[in-house]
């Protein structure tokens, strides 16, 4: 079992910066691919990025790639977002998750263990 908390998302202007992070319980954390997803109002749950085991490897979706960063500490079971020049239409609630196989996936089905989620919203 993993338990995953994400940390308070928040307020931020267009052009703006803000770190999310997502702690997990448990001592197997480092065998999870882990991965963010979100989802604004009326619309699906989307992936945004992923990260292997070690942090070797990175995915994003191409509408956040450049501008967000994932990244992960194993000693502190932490997996963190770093999002740069947000936009409004990256309102939306963030989610972190947990997949426990060989490779990431973009299918919100495919993982294991969510957080709870976190607002993030963009003004104009």
């Known amino acids: 079992q993993v338990q995953l908390v994400e940390s308070a998302g928040g307020l931020v202007q267009a052009g703006g910066s803000l770190r999310l992070s997502c702690a997990a319980s448990g001592r197997t954390f480092s065998s999870y691919y882990m991965g963010w997803f979100r989802q604004a109002p009326g619309k699906e749950r989307e992936f945004v990025a992923a990260i292997s085991w070690s942090g070797g490897s990175t995915y994003y979706a191409d509408s956040v790639k450049g501008r967000f960063t994932i990244s992960r500490d194993n000693a502190k079971n932490t997996v963190y977002l770093q999002m740069n020049s947000l936009k409004p239409e990256d309102t939306a609630v963030y989610y972190c998750?947990?997949?426990?196989?060989?490779?990431?996936?973009?299918?919100?089905?495919?993982?294991?263990?969510w957080g709870q989620g976190t607002q993030v919203t963009v003004s104009s």
């Open positions: 998750a947990a997949r426990g196989r060989t490779y990431y996936s973009i299918d919100a089905d495919k993982y294991d263990y």
